[in-house]
């Protein structure tokens, strides 16, 4: 069973995990991979507001490097889905720019890992415009692409951007983990007048999610900021977001056999974070592990750790938090050592058992 | 220069006065029969040939002896795969005439005041003047129309002011006050109005910015350019020709422009750029080379971009010569890299108000005297806002928590310690809403 668990990449084990955590609130209706979440995400948007464009590398007539966009060239046409060239700094300036300009582009990053060769117009020419304007010129523009670790892509295709976007204000940041998650958060990103950061995750792309009818309308849209509980537990609190959501609720799983009943919170949003939501539930289970796939050091477990110290949660703390996070190094290729860089359920369960002093 | 044209002008009338004479030395008068018809004829005479004289200035006449407008030769063009140029004549009304040159002296005084209240500290960090530059802001303004836009770098307060941005705000952004075109939150890099998107800080980033716009005026098909300007040491990044690029293959009614001043910070062109014909470098993208120190030039060349980028032909790489008196900044002297003789000279036969004074004094356009009655008030203006700049006090230190998002998510914003949270508000009335 557990070399099959390893394969966590793998639309099989979704599945199973899917019927297990269902995060709607309302009787399951039906099943949404997040991709299809993402693509009806925007086309409703693009339907619904003509302002609405998406322009990135691939998006138009190749549907999509990651097929987000699939369909959206052939409904829209070459004005609303563009295909730049491989040029990161000059299109995310250019979708800037159209932002100030009257419209509201979704600047699509192949992955994150190219955002850096833009990353002076997400940071500087977007996310500051409207305070060093004084409330003049607003940037309603969304950054949007696959986020972090992949599998087999290396050191240069693997790095997550969580730490790096969320330290930034001026910027709204977003980390989706299910399709209910992918939807809404996009729908309400494109929506919203100021920049922001949607960190999706390739590998949950293929994954399918149970929905409501209510997360299929047109109208669908998540809170930003708000965070929310995957699985109610008294005994510790694990936060999360993205993929590591997954891990997350998996460790949980298997702890619950043992008789350890965790909470698991997905963040969503990480700027702003969901302090409250964070602060309530340690103050509840008095004990916290954060969950991550991106590199330690200031992380985005720090921040949380921080922030808790810096609570009145602190105070309810029966032990040290500790932070689950990737190994300190740039991502190998080869297969062992890449499920090694990854926290896995064992990580966390060990951190969990650490936690609560058991064995 | 006045001198000479009085010179010009003494040595004509005495030619017709001999011309006169000579005819009536000539028996086409007799000497005394009808002495006061001869007379009449005289002046008759006279008076035509004085008109014909001068009819190159004149179209009309006005009382006081200026006239209502007045044609003149722009400065020759060079062009990068385009066969017509801009206009070779430009016809300057009274009116813009004199805008015109109040125009660019208040920049001029708004520049020489900033670099003063540098000098006393009032203003702090970097203060980039555009002194001797003027024509270019003025002249490209001249041309544009409400739906245009403009985008440049940081040197940025002559643009500032053409774009609307008044006087009063603008030195008080320097300062860091409340008057502030950014209520003092941007300082003097950061400065915007309704299709004026900075004042940008980081080099050559306003340019895929400027695409963009014009990205959105192409779009929403509301026929604007977007004016993207740029300097010689921006010229090499490589941004811009990410954005040319892009631009070309969506033919965007994109304009973009460098300013070439000869000197990036302390570098000269030669020492920065393999190629220095900067109105190439756009390769695929046509190009015009333009005398940055004619302001008539400079409204003729744009009004010919924008002909040519609403009529669907895509962009064009604009290349203006100008010179910058100051040095880059004023942490820069601006002499270690060049020669005190340079700038005097630059200052002594090509300064840009210089010239345009004499063209529409020489035209008659204006007189001398209108001119210096516009610089005792430019000055005054000027001396005003320097006022106001430096008493103008700061805002409150709540306020640096103000606008961050328009949309804010948390009421709160941490402070140095988790103590003492700011209150996040909404205060601005947003320019580019939508």
Not at chain 2, 13 to 29: C, D, E, F, G
Not at chain 2, 185 to 191: A, C, F, N, V
Request: net charge neutral.
């Amino acid at each position: 069973m557990n070399h099959v668990r390893r394969v966590f990449y793998r639309e099989r084990l979704s599945g199973v995990l899917s019927q297990s955590f269902s995060t709607s609130r309302a009787a399951t209706a039906s099943q949404l991979t997040v991709r299809d979440a993402l693509n009806s995400a925007l086309d409703e948007e693009m339907e619904r507001d003509e302002t609405v464009f998406l322009m990135g590398e691939e998006v138009a007539q190749y549907d999509g490097a990651y097929k987000i966009s699939r369909g959206l060239w052939k409904k829209y046409g070459d004005k609303r889905v563009i295909d730049t060239p491989i040029t990161e700094s000059g299109f995310a300036g250019i979708a800037v720019g159209a932002a100030m300009g009257g419209l509201r582009p979704v600047c699509e990053f192949m992955t994150f890992n190219f955002s850096m060769q833009a990353i002076d117009h997400v940071v500087n020419s977007a996310s500051k415009t409207f305070y060093m304007s004084a409330g003049l010129i607003h940037v309603p523009i969304v950054f949007r692409g696959p986020n972090g670790a992949a599998a087999g892509v290396g050191a240069q295709h693997s790095q997550c951007f969580a730490s790096w976007y969320s330290q930034c204000p001026g910027l709204k940041v977003v980390s989706p983990y299910s399709s209910e998650d992918a939807k809404g958060l996009l729908k309400a990103a494109i929506r919203d007048p100021d920049p922001v950061v949607v960190l999706e995750n390739e590998l949950l792309y293929g994954t399918s999610f149970d929905v409501s009818d209510e997360v299929l309308s047109k109208d669908f849209v998540l809170p930003l900021g708000k965070a929310v509980v995957e699985r109610e537990g008294q005994h510790i609190t694990l936060v999360a977001h993205s993929r590591a959501v997954m891990l997350a609720l998996e460790a949980a799983t298997a702890l619950a056999g043992e008789g350890v009943e965790c909470e698991v919170i997905n963040l969503r949003s990480l700027r702003p974070l969901d302090e409250e939501t964070i602060v309530k539930s340690v103050i509840k289970t008095h004990n916290l592990v954060t969950v991550e796939q991106g590199w330690p050091q200031c992380g985005i477990g720090s921040e949380i750790c921080a922030r808790v110290v810096e609570s009145p949660a602190y105070h309810y703390l029966e032990s040290p938090v500790i932070r689950v996070t990737g190994v300190d190094v740039p991502m190998p290729y080869a297969k062992s050592l890449e499920i090694a860089c990854i926290p896995q359920p064992h990580d966390v369960i060990k951190a969990v058992k650490k936690v609560l002093k058991i064995k | 220069l006045l001198r000479d044209e009085i010179k010009i002008k003494t040595e004509m009338l005495s030619k017709i006065v001999r011309a006169v004479v000579t005819q009536s030395q000539s028996n086409k008068y007799s000497a005394w029969s009808g002495a006061r018809s001869t007379a009449s004829l005289m002046w008759t005479d006279f008076w035509e040939l004085s008109m014909r004289a001068l009819a190159p200035f004149m179209t009309s006449v006005r009382r006081g002896g200026t006239v209502t407008e007045a044609t003149f030769q722009t400065q020759p063009y060079k062009l990068h795969r385009l066969d017509e140029p801009p206009s070779t004549t430009s016809i300057c009304s009274r009116d813009d005439a004199l805008l015109f040159y109040r125009q660019m002296q208040i920049i001029r005084r708004l520049e020489s005041a900033s670099s003063n209240l540098y000098k006393e500290k009032a203003i702090r960090g970097f203060c980039h003047l555009y002194s001797g530059q003027e024509a270019i802001c003025v002249g490209v303004k001249a041309a544009l129309r409400s739906q245009d836009s403009v985008i440049t770098a940081y040197r940025d307060h002559g643009w500032a002011y053409v774009m609307g941005c008044s006087i009063v705000s603008i030195m008080a952004e320097l300062t860091g006050r409340t008057q502030g075109v950014a209520r003092g939150k941007g300082g003097s890099m950061h400065m915007y109005t309704k299709n004026f998107y900075g004042g940008n800080g980081i080099v050559g980033a306003q340019v895929p910015v400027g695409a963009g716009v014009a990205l959105a005026n192409k779009y929403l098909e509301n026929g604007g350019i977007c004016v993207a300007l740029y300097g010689d040491g921006a010229a090499n990044q490589g941004q811009l020709y990410e954005a040319y690029n892009m631009a070309k293959l969506m033919s965007l009614p994109a304009v973009f422009i460098c300013e070439n001043n000869g000197y990036g910070m302390g570098t000269s062109v030669d020492r920065a750029s393999a190629s220095t014909n900067y109105y190439t470098r756009g390769d695929y993208v046509p190009g015009i080379w333009i005398d940055g120190m004619d302001v008539l030039s400079v409204r003729e060349a744009i009004r010919y971009c924008i002909d040519y980028c609403t009529s669907g032909k895509g962009p064009l790489v604009l290349e203006v010569a100008t010179y910058r008196y100051h040095g880059h900044s004023m942490s820069d002297p601006g002499t270690s890299y060049r020669t005190r003789d340079e700038i005097q000279e630059v200052r002594q036969t090509r300064d840009p108000i210089m010239l345009f004074k004499d063209h529409i004094i020489g035209a008659d356009l204006v007189t001398a005297d209108e001119l210096k009655k516009i610089d005792n008030e430019v000055r005054k203006e000027v001396d005003e806002a320097v006022k106001i700049a430096k008493t103008d006090k700061e805002i409150a230190v709540q306020e640096l928590a103000t606008d961050v998002y328009l949309n804010p998510v948390e009421t709160t914003i941490r402070g140095t310690t988790p103590f003492d949270p700011y209150t996040h508000r909404r205060l601005s009335k947003v320019a580019n809403l939508h």
